[in-house]
């Protein structure tokens, strides 16, 4: 069973940036596509970014050359280092696995861009 914790959300400017952190417990993170999935207030939640237990990654349009997800294995980590935020990036971001039938859920982390 994994466990996941989300963090490094909070209050920026629009352009600003900001780097989430996400701790998984669990032997299967090293072999599992993880991804950051976001949840925008009154819409359904979707995949921004994900990167594979090999570190291909890939990219919503809406964030392609903006966000960089990265993971370390040793540390059982996913990161995702956003620039030059945009209002409508503002939600809830919460890391899972991707591609698999098993997707466990953490708290999620808050980012809300103010223009």
């Known amino acids: 069973q994994v466990q996941l914790v989300e963090s490094g959300g909070g209050l920026v400017q629009a352009g600003g940036s900001l780097r989430l952190t996400c701790a998984a417990s669990g032997s299967i993170f090293r072999m599992s596509a993880m991804g950051w999935y976001r949840q925008a207030p009154g819409k359904q939640r979707g995949l921004a970014a994900h990167?594979?237990?090999?570190?291909?990654?890939g990219y919503a349009d809406s964030v392609k050359g903006r966000f960089t997800i990265s993971r370390d294995n040793a540390k059982n980590t996913v990161y995702l280092q956003m620039n030059s935020l945009k209002p409508e990036d503002t939600g809830v971001y919460y890391c899972?696995?991707?591609?698999?039938?098993?997707?466990?859920w953490g708290q999620g982390t808050q980012v809300t861009v103010s223009s």
């Open positions: 990167i594979t237990s090999g570190g291909i990654t």
């Open positions: 899972s696995t991707v591609g698999s039938d098993y997707r466990p």
